[in-house]
């Protein structure tokens, strides 16, 4: 056992799967908002590996704040057109020269950002459909040589910042977050006309769960109206699919309600995003480092996406807590709900927090101080490994969105 | 008594005051973040006025999305210069006909923003330490349409979004606050050394609040390091002052921790913010609606500043939950804690919230029935007033970040 | 016969091919001007296909104002890179709808851009080393109804405005177009180091010939400074070859004066384009219409590139008047040296010019009355064809630049 | 006398003057190209001082691409709007750092780009009417040390380039020139209802000379149809009295011929620029060196403004030979029609063309053999004080186009 300040305590309130009202939300990787996460982020990585890979470690940079301006298009059945193209401009800091030798820094962004739109929104052409340009300066010079030389190194906290995590997810987040990614994956495999900007909405009140669903659907898949109702009718019925595996409570899914057949509109697209027309979108403004946004819970207000995993303590106590919530969650029986705090120091070591608090929800029987010691333990045990966060991020292991 | 679905009961938790850890911060009118802010709201504003000047009615528009990437500097005892300027892109979408009459709508935004830097940040020089560029699109053909007729009308809601306001403010929160509008109030007026970008952290353990800021010095106003030095310890009494006033807890104040005289390491600029040099800033990162980022306390991820304050669910009702909770507990006896969430109901009167629920901590003795009636009573008058949030953010009325 | 107002004459000036100093220059295809010129013209190309396409006629644009800005990379033996991607502005006029129906002007803008540096420019990764953005606009309300309904009507002149062409070639702008057309064609086929960014200056006092030959080498294909050398050597063989086959007077050949090899500096690039380090470029200023710059001849100075085909005079009598020059000189026997000149009158169809002016230099011992009538006839019969060119235009038949 | 190589000899042409048809164009200050070379040609003559301020000589640079987009606006007797903003994007090379110390060429380049249009498009709000960009990057490596140290130092020529200017102006070019430095000058003053976009083509055929202007009238100064009529005719009738001091040729003058008055198309701005509607803008692709586009005589391609006149051959040598045939003119007499041409050599000095021709008509009865020492005597001095040209285009004396 170490000495940081590991603080467990019972919570002062209700488990949120307790609670009267929940509401839960999750923005598919086609929204603007997380395309906009996912090119940061991307960035992010391939900075990281390109600075290890020519200088052997991680120079200062922050990628976090993609903006992306809404194009013009017009879906047609059976396949219509971009008018105008979406504009991204890929902003942030970083260091395109050391030891007098200049780093390509705007050209691996622009290739990261490219091969990142390829495989997640694979409709959109990049150079036709979107246009991404970049706006990448140095930084302050202060911030320039922030980072240890020894890789192994834990740095130090440079600010106050704070992250927040919680486990395990409750029914209507676990239903949220299942939802999008399996539309994501399988089920888009199979219907090539659901493109990848689905928004999932969970409402629970007691124990009635609604799922409001808004698909996007490409119209080079969809000869006709009937056939887009079809496809609206396959994505609610694969939904309750999802959700009658995942929770006992009453389930009720609604797919594009917006919809108005009589006015003819629709939800129909040429790339499967919404922002082909109209939707912009920015980093930090949709889903949270466990990709989900959760008003019954604390959360923070850090964009995640596109910092530096080695020393941007926000990024790292985010993913951190989330990683130390689940692990607990995991390993300890008895815990119904757990929310996980970590506030950093500055100048100290980033594994030794300021304070690192657990608030216990135990299951009905279970005493706290039963589990507290294997809970400490494991959170002990995580932060001596903090370093693990920061690999792991550049390898792309670990979600930011 | 109307039928509005309202829901009172006591919170499940402790008062935030009485919570063991508590964080705070604000982010003040010049950083980066708060700047795109500012500049978003004040478009939104202009963009409502030059409507209802032209047309009658406010149409869709909606500018929520500007981006700063930050410049470079040069800041040096006596006046340096700013290098390479800041670039803002305000981003978004807005009506640019109306029965075959073009609006200026770029224009209109750009003379907003350019008004907005003269009064809040009158360092930067626009046009040469700061380029502003629009890019306002056409929003989607189904949402240009929303808006009844006629202005006295109640909106429906056009989307499943919620609000959430607390009060009263903490002793923590309410000094934080304070702290950075009168430091940005009287005491720059008499102090010019000091520049608007003053963030402010406030941390409160048990009974011990700790105040952090960090104020960039504007250089023309500091002819050396002494200067420095003492517009430092000046800034720090000042705040001390303000705590002192504000709580009998034990405060401590720092000020500019980063700094390192040593290695000549001071936050000195030149047109006091950090974003002449390395720091990106971008609408909805910063401040909630409330003016605080406050980890405690649920918060909305959504952006409020540059929204259509007409028919945009999400801005009205982070507003009027706030407004709400603050009328509460300044007219109602006996509330140590209030928390306001509305949720609203798609295509109903965005006055008839699916639910409107209060979370009430009482203070010690009172009893919540005996206060309930008047609660319930005070937020169905405010939710029967909601068009005045509209017409008081349109005048510049209410705060947005 | 017709009324159309021709007027050949003898010039008072000697035959250029007898002038005493003669220059001539040439920007190959891979010089940032040329790529300008380039995209603009194969972007009108897009636009006059897209139109008739979609709407059976040729719609108002003009795109003739492409803009390059440099950028930079880090060329080396072997292969380097790009480390700041080109910067490509494309801007112009075009409309963007016609009967209610939006027409995809920046997508197609930047398809066509695409292919043609896909085309001429194959090193540059289209996305990573050049960023390509548009910024069309709609044109002045006055031109958008200008062109008739008929495709087959001859338009009107809208402007006063003239073009100029000579014929035939004299030797020395034989060799520069010669030398840069086949360097780019089947020499760079079998030798990939040859990139497209040829610059080729001829020089002739009396009977010595100077071409000085600026070529951008590839270094992914060159591993040191020998190849360097070898490479250089080649084109310099290869042009003296070409100036051989045209010429007999005494013709000397430098490549890459510019080089040190002591200070190692060499015209080593990445992706055979000066572009990628340090020269901007713009449309229309290059070559002339008919591919050269020469001084010693009057030019005119509109650019021909990215200029709307149906309707725009100037790209038309410069296209024309060069094809009329050509076409008299192949056919009429005993012309030395031949410069036609067309200058429009607004209000009156382009087939009939206020004047079509041509200078005639004749062969020694030939009579220009005896040969006058064919010249007319010629010119009479192409300015009847005049709706031609716009054909050959829009088919890519006919260089711009 | 020195051994500079000078050849003067007699022309084998006829002087313009005497030639049967003559056409001459200058596009007026507020012309979009124009407006580009303005803004080009000041950031030059900033960026010099700003260099010699700082580290006491002139950098490397080079600003000669600036690209104008047109905006969009809706004029409207009495005063009208700008819809949409011009767009204004300076490009070009500037060295941002010496001897470790930044320089503020962004900031530089901004602040002499708003000087020049508060200057000479007043009308035009720099931020809100018009938005100007910078992407100012670094030279190629090379070309950074290429000056000498001293400033009195001749340079060496670096390029192969050449100039061209002529004198003494025929008839059509001084009406040409004067009417619109006159009507930009005082009439202007007096009559402020005439924008600075005044376009003036003079075409001679014979002892005809037909004067075409198009000039912008500001519709603030413009209370209906009826005031612009008596605007064209004041108008009308200045040039007319310019033109008849100009010359005893018979003149005729037209004014916005494009005007309809019945289908209300006339030309009415709100800045005084057909950049607010539909005409972009480059630099280089208008007046030449002399002010002047004159088809009749030789012109050299390369654009002038904007050009670091310290180094650049094609620059120096346009504005060189330009003076050298004024002065020429202006001294010697018995001279009808002069042309002078230089061309440089690659690694002499500059005062040292390889050569330095001149091409003269003489007035009837007048011995070129008699006056060519005198002309001889005068090339030689202006050559001697190249330096001079560098000097007066830093301080503002010489106007390049």
New interface residues.
Partial sequence: MTDRNINV?AA???AVED???E?VERKGIGHPDSICDGIAESVSQALSKLYIDRVGKVLHY?T??T?L????S?PRYGGG?????I?V?I???AT?EYDGR??????TA??AA?EYLNEHVPELD????I?????L????G??QDVFGEKAAEVPMA?D?S?G?GHAPLTETEEIVLTVERELNGAYADDNPELGPDVKV?G?REGDRIDI?VAAAMIDAHIPDLDAYDDAVDRVREFVEGVAERLTDREVHVDVN??DDYDEG?IYLTVTGT?AE??????????N?ANGL?T???????E?TSGKNPVNHIGKIYNLLSTDIAETVAADVDGIRDLQV?L?SQ?GRPIDQPH?A?AEVVTEPGVDLEAIEPEIRARIDDRLANVTDVTRRVIDGELSTF
Same sequence: chains 1, 2, 3, 4.
């Fill in positions: 305590e002062e309130r209700a609670q009267g009202v509401i922050n976090d704040e903006q301006v809404a194009g013009e017009a057109e971009v008018i105008e193209p504009y401009l902003v942030g800091r395109t200049k780093l390509p820094v705007d050209a622009l290739s490219r990049v150079g036709t459909d246009v991404i340009d970049t706006r300066g140095e930084g302050s202060d911030l440079n106050t704070y927040v909405m409402k409001t309600t917006a509109s919404s027309m109209g939707d912009d979108g920015s980093v930090g403004r949709g949270r946004i008003p019954n819970r604390p959360m923070s207000m964009a705090r506030l500055i304070v608090g």
